[in-house]
């Protein structure tokens, strides 16, 4: 049995809790992975699965299918407003192709986790990043990676996408490889950019000659608390007061986010009579 609750119980706090022995979510991994590291997996992924199915429930913004678009055809859209594709283009593109964005990392302690995920729910696929890390270069690279899988069509129904390690060449498929190649277009401008260094440096030259690059590449990502700016971001767009007071709650605590702000900010949005 899985255990997926029901979208109808998620939602409506009336409803007595059932779970769904039939449920589809079919989990791609990576290749030749353990069936003990797949069942591992298997809480934090379902976990941030229902997460995901709340804030696809309660997301305003319409999605407008990126299927088919190339990696360069986004960077050139991205780069009509910003001077690179840093984590804040890339949210602002997303938003606006009605492609939510979130990121969650509440996993009890001893369960294994992953960096992220994709899945489709109420018509959006949803983005989904769980690598806990202040860096939004890292997290950027993760959301465009994602956006790969969904430009790619690789995001087929019931099919959630769970990324392990984005890094690890020996483990991963072909779709996979596309989807970083994708990502490293999307926010470097080429598919296969490498940076070399030489193998002796000091670690004050190492960053100048990084600044130095990262400039002339214009990927420079200003120093952020990058889970905080996704998720602050994202809030915006969420219809909070669709949610009833417990679920409002849970989805906040999920978030980070400070639940005496959402209502706050839902109250000056409420229309002057
Ligand atoms: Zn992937």
Request: net charge negative; charged share 25%.
């Amino acid at each position: 049995m899985s255990i997926a609750c029901k979208d109808t119980f998620l939602l409506n706090p009336d409803l007595n809790p059932t779970f769904d022995a039939e449920s589809k979510a079919l989990f791609k991994t990576v290749k030749n992975q353990d069936e003990n590291v797949k069942a591992e997996l298997a809480v934090a992924q379902n976990l941030a699965l229902r997460v995901a199915e709340l804030i696809a429930y309660t997301y305003k913004c319409q999605y407008q299918s990126i299927v088919g678009m190339t990696a360069k055809e986004i960077r050139a859209v991205i780069l009509d407003k910003y001077t690179s594709v840093t984590l804040e283009a890339l949210l602002a593109f997303c938003n606006e192709y009605g492609i939510p964005i979130g990121h969650f990392a509440e996993f009890p302690t001893k369960v294994k986790k992953f960096f992220g995920m994709v899945t489709q729910s109420k018509g959006h696929p949803v983005i989904m990043v769980s690598l806990c890390d202040l860096s939004p270069s890292r997290l950027s690279f993760i959301i465009a990676h994602e956006l790969g899988h969904i430009a790619l069509g690789h995001l087929e129904d019931g099919l959630i996408i769970s990324e392990q390690n984005l890094g690890m060449l020996d483990q991963l498929d072909d779709d996979e490889s596309a989807a970083n190649e994708f990502a490293a277009e999307l926010i470097l401008g080429q598919p296969d950019r490498v940076y070399y260094f030489p193998h002796y440096m000091t670690a004050e030259a190492l960053s100048e000659s990084a600044m130095e690059k990262s400039r002339r590449d214009r990927v420079i990502e200003k120093n952020s608390n990058a889970p905080q700016q996704i998720n602050r971001y994202l809030s915006k767009s969420l219809d909070w007061d669709s949610l009833s007071n417990d679920y409002r709650e849970y989805l906040a605590l999920a978030l980070g986010l400070d639940i005496a702000e959402i209502i706050e900010e839902s109250r000056n949005c409420l229309p002057v009579s």
